[in-house]
């Protein structure tokens, strides 16, 4: 029997690097007035992110980049889950994907989708790319 998708990030998409703060209200509210602050300082005149390199379509301070844009810490911005049930926040123990309870990935899955919909379509190649990714036999 299949199992249920696994999270996971693929490479040459980064549309989450589009901070432009008329799509992405929902992610402002959840932020501290710290993260917010650095959030909008990090919108550049496009809507991209300053540090998102366009064409290689890859994050330029990766191993630096804030804690809010680490998929692993979305449950902590994102407490409700789309069942109105809180997604336990994983323990620190806990930032590598393997370890995630079923729920939080599934609420990955559901942000990267919407936000890779949103920028490259709901039909493209970087949306084909994400699901066979996730997909687990
Ligand atoms: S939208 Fe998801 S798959 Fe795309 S770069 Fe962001 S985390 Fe990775
Ligand atoms: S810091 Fe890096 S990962 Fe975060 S939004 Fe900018 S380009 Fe994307």
Do not use: K
């Amino acid at each position: 029997m299949a199992q249920s998708p696994q999270w996971q990030c693929i490479a040459g998409c980064g549309a989450c690097c589009r901070l432009d703060p008329a799509l992405r209200q929902e992610a402002l509210e959840a932020l501290d007035p710290q993260q917010r602050h650095t959030y909008l300082a990090m919108v550049g005149p496009d809507g991209w992110c300053i540090h998102f390199d366009t064409g290689a379509r890859r994050c330029r301070i990766y191993s630096e980049r804030p804690d809010f844009c680490q998929v692993s810490n979305l449950a902590r911005l994102f407490a409700p889950n789309g069942n109105g049930d809180p997604v336990a926040p994983p323990p620190p123990a806990a930032a590598s994907p393997q370890l995630w309870p079923a729920e939080m990935h599934d609420l990955a899955i559901r942000c990267c989708t919407d936000q890779i919909r949103s920028e490259y379509g709901g039909r493209g190649r970087v949306m084909r790319r994400f699901q066979r990714a996730i997909r687990r036999p």
